[in-house]
């Protein structure tokens, strides 16, 4: 990196990447924090097929917040884990990939399918600080009872509001509103739902 793009910026990478700015991923605590979240979703995964009580506790130091009665198949894959907020009874299928750069809030009693993709990190569309490794992140807030089907991709900065379902292989990059299926890349609002709906999207 040429261009010094923190001149007069005395905070770490790190405090950087906390405030959502620009960063670069040297910082040293996350190295040891990123370490810290592959051995303990290495050994949730291997205490699941062994003891799912033990596997419950390797899990709930791994994330920020477990809530009671949440069930997360592995394997999950996470950057830090502490970042990543699940809400109780909510269930997560098989291969969650959340990368909790920035903070990822799953609320209560959602269903989450296999192969989802919460994804905070954002890097400069300008050619020059992408090469030189500058990245960014933004959050990402599930409402409660939301279900996002199999495959689906959530976008940085993205809120979903509460009882609201993506169908399978949905790309969502703008909030979603609350009671609504939305569907496609880029997801799109096809209808509102309520209590007394009958639709199945097919997630």
Known sequence: MTTDYFAGDP???RE???????????DPENARLAQRA???QEEYRARAAEDQGAAVAVLAELLGTLGEGAFVKPPLFVDYGE???VGPRTFVNYNLTA???AEIRIGA????GPNVQLLTPTHPVAPTPRRDKLEAARPITIGDN???????????GVTIGDNTVVGAGSVVVRDLPANVLAVGSPARVVREISDDDGGVPGA
Do not use: E, F, K, S
């Open 83 to 85: 970042n990543l907020h």
């Open 38 to 40: 592959v051995r303990l």
């Open 146 to 156: 939301v279900w996002l089907g199999g495959g689906v991709i959530v976008c940085p």
């Open 11 to 13: 905070r770490t990478n």
């Open 109 to 112: 009693d959602c269903q989450i």
């Open 99 to 101: 990368l909790d750069v």
């Open 16 to 26: 950087r990447m906390l405030a959502g700015d620009l960063y670069v991923a040297d």
